[in-house]
């Protein structure tokens, strides 16, 4: 049978697939149910910089929030329910209570907490840290630069204060995203995760107000992962994982073919339950067996390399391909 075996950052990992920040990860006991469900790693709910500063005074002056009206009691509540302090008990008794690497997520936008914080959390326990970097592109006087430094000054900061590997996880909406990469590799990133999955706007028109869009991926998004995957593997001195859209071992098998060190997921989990890992798994081996693959490091990135040395022109045949419809 087939070794699914990995690595991701330098930790050793059982399989490539990791469950990722989601509501199914902020309990321990949802942790241990996702590590008994096969997963090789887990990214434990992410906690917002919102519930690290407990003064919302200042949360004012550092976050977007402060421009809505309801924004200071929400964020008062988030922190007499979901505070900081209980989050590094959360990493404390799922690195005691399990044997796969456990990830801290933490979604942040400004660098200001993030030096002393991290250091916390590697105090915890947490075997890496994510930073789900959630800044949006919306401010037309901010330019595409000032962005970009904003995302390699929080990675920056929190390489300095730790020793445990650092991912990103990032959205795709930059301006040159093989530069960004780099930028972030060299201010100390192990890896990226693309990509994170931005709020979803809907509209009631009904009630006439705005409404949260549909919250899980379909396996459809994977698109857009697995192309800056196959471009980014051969560019970028560090690890990639595929986040949204892995919704079976295809999704997965694609990804890693591509270049993916490991997959995360969730929205399928959510949809099928927790079942759905041991599924995922089965058809990774199944799809590995078929093909005479005994072990993970044979096959991925090996569409990479078809990509890589010219990517500019593989993109454009595509692009061809697919409007004029010739094969």
Sequence with gaps: MADLSTTYMGLSLANPVIVSSCGLTGTAKGIRQCVEAGAGA?????????????????????????????????????????????????????KRENQVPIIASVNCVSSEWWAEWARQLQIAGADALELNVAIMPRDPDLSSESIEKRYVGIVDAVRRNVSIPIAVKIGPYVTSL????????????????????????????????PAPGYQFSTATEIYQPLRWI??????????????????????AVKLLLAGAQVVQLCSTLYCNGLDRLHEILDELTGWMDGHGFGAIHEFRGRLAKLTGQHPEAFERLQYIKALTGVD
């Design 42 to 94: 887990v990214v434990v709910k992410s906690l917002f910089e919102e519930q690290i500063d407990a003064d919302v005074d200042t949360q004012r002056e550092h976050t977007e929030l402060s421009s809505h009206p309801e924004a200071e009691e929400y964020i008062q509540q988030m922190g007499k329910h979901l505070g900081p302090s209980d989050y590094l008990t959360l990493i404390e008794t799922a």
């Design 230 to 251: 196959s471009v980014l593997s051969c560019q970028v001195d560090c690890e990639l994982a595929g986040s949204t859209g892995v919704h079976s071992g295809r999704e």
């Design 178 to 209: 093989p530069s960004l990469a780099r930028a972030l590799a060299r201010a100390g990133a192990q890896a990226l995760v693309l990509f994170n999955r931005f709020y979803q706007l809907d509209i009631d028109i009904d009630k006439l107000v």
